[in-house]
């Protein structure tokens, strides 16, 4: 049975940090696309960061050069360290594994709807 299971998620102001983390079970990691995807109240999911089988990733615009993913294939894994964190970040974060080739579609919108497994995920609320 496949699980990821986040967690980091919490409260911070303006500026702050937080690092989530997504243990994944059941599955190899390594050999699939992991993503983070977030949703905040009244909007759709969306994609933050995507990482392939090789360590490549890919950014949605609003968070690159603030937000990292990296994966630790012998712990199972997944991150995203999270920096300056902005209002406009509040959401429920999720992990999310797919396929190989799902890495293709990026963090394009509705790239979501092509990972098959997720987690429960973790709320960020960053306050002003």
């Known amino acids: 049975q496949v699980q990821l299971v986040e967690s980091g998620g919490g409260s911070v102001q303006t500026g702050g940090s937080l690092r989530l983390s997504c243990v994944v079970s059941g599955y190899t990691s390594s050999t699939y696309c992991m993503g983070w995807f977030r949703q905040a109240p009244g909007k759709e999911r969306e994609g933050v960061a995507i990482?392939?089988?090789?360590?490549?990733?890919r950014y949605v615009d609003s968070v690159k050069g603030r937000f990292t993913i990296s994966k630790d294939n012998t712990r199972n894994t997944l991150y995203l360290q999270m920096n300056s964190l902005k209002p406009e970040d509040t959401a429920m974060y999720y992990c999310?594994?797919?396929?190989?080739?799902?890495?293709?579609?990026?963090?394009?919108?509705?790239?979501?709807?092509?990972?098959?497994?997720w987690g429960q995920g973790t709320q960020v609320t960053v306050s002003s």
């Open positions: 990482i392939d089988s090789d360590g490549n990733s």
């Open positions: 999310a594994a797919g396929p190989r080739g799902v890495c293709l579609y990026g963090v394009a919108p509705g790239a979501s709807s092509r990972y098959n497994y």
